[in-house]
């Protein structure tokens, strides 16, 4: 509790901003922010990992040792509340249905592990 005090007041005047990226790499982002963030470090829950594409809207943070990619913005899917995607620029990707099923690209393999292939 102490530490979020402590953390409001050195960031006060800082707020989390929308920006898209306009240079992707492999470990540092560049986004256009008021005037260019330069090697932005990017932060998901463990065990995902990404590479943001260039034109992809993120939101940049203020942090300790400057700022930082929260997230990109998820967008308009078909997905109902409570499922889950994983999908890259390629069209590759992975849904976990409510129903228990898992479509990976167009192959479902359903709660009781059948595989099958519409």
Do not use: Q
């Amino acid at each position: 509790m102490w530490l979020s005090r402590i953390a409001a007041k050195s960031f006060a005047n800082s707020k989390a901003e929308k920006s898209s990226v306009t240079i992707a790499g492999t470990s540092e982002i560049e986004t256009l922010k008021g005037a260019n963030a330069r090697s932005l470090s990017s932060y998901s829950p463990y065990g995902y990992t990404s590479c943001v594409p260039t034109g992809e809207e993120v939101v940049v943070v203020p942090a300790s040792d400057g700022e930082v990619v929260l997230g990109t913005r998820c967008k308009a899917s078909t997905l109902d509340g409570g499922e889950v995607m994983i999908a890259s620029l390629g069209g590759a990707k992975i849904v976990l249905k409510n129903n228990g099923d898992v479509v990976i690209n167009s192959l479902i393999i359903d709660k009781n592990g059948v595989i099958h292939n519409d």
